[in-house]
């Protein structure tokens, strides 16, 4: 079985499974927001009495849901960028295009690390202060829980990446795309 970096392995694995479940936890968020956005629409055009707070939360499940299926994204190969030139160099020179492939993933990898390092300190000031989001005494969203979603999502992001860049280092020494280990 050969497959690009990037791509998931038809084979189930832990983490597979684990950013199939971060994913799936999204797309069931992104359909609660769809019905709150309609509730809250049909409250304020139908009944003149919109649903206090709409617009906080769906500035903060944005956010929420992004870093949530990042990782699904990545392992099945589906963050956007263009392919032109790494694409042309793997078919005509194979080596350096895996090669800078092999860049791409380790950049990745390091600045998901650094979006960990310089969350975490806010997560753990968030929860410590009791921090929120929104007006008070309308809405108020505890702002911890979602930097925790951001540092899982990215934890999850840089070992993905890590594995995309050992397929690349096989595929750079192969000169030719690898099955996974």
């Known amino acids: 079985m050969f497959e690009q970096?990037?791509?998931?392995?038809?084979?189930?694995?832990?983490f597979g499974r684990l950013t199939a479940i971060m994913a799936a936890v999204g797309t069931g968020w992104i359909l609660v927001t769809m019905a709150l956005i309609c509730a809250d629409v049909i409250g304020r055009f139908g009944f003149n009495s919109p649903i206090l707070g709409v617009p906080e939360m769906l500035q903060f499940s944005i956010v929420g849901i992004v870093f949530l299926q990042l990782?699904?994204?990545?392992?099945?190969?589906?963050?956007?960028?263009?392919?032109v030139l790494i694409?042309?160099?793997?078919?005509?020179?194979?080596?350096?295009?895996?090669?800078?492939?092999?860049?791409?993933?380790l950049v990745g990898a390091v600045l998901s690390v650094i979006v960990v390092i310089t969350t975490w300190p806010l997560m753990l000031r968030a929860f410590a202060n009791s921090e929120f989001y929104g007006?008070?005494?309308?809405v108020q969203i505890p702002t911890g829980p979602l930097k925790g979603i951001i540092i899982a999502g990215c934890v999850m992001m840089a070992i993905q990446f890590l594995i995309n860049a050992w397929q690349d280092i096989r595929a750079t020494m192969a000169g030719r795309p690898v099955g996974t280990p």
């Open 71 to 83: 990782p699904q994204t990545l392992r099945m190969g589906g963050l956007t960028r263009s392919d």
């Open 5 to 14: 970096p990037g791509e998931a392995s038809t084979r189930a694995s832990a």
């Open 87 to 105: 694409g042309t160099l793997q078919r005509r020179i194979p080596k350096l295009g895996y090669a800078m492939q092999l860049v791409y993933d």
């Open 135 to 138: 007006s008070t005494g309308v």
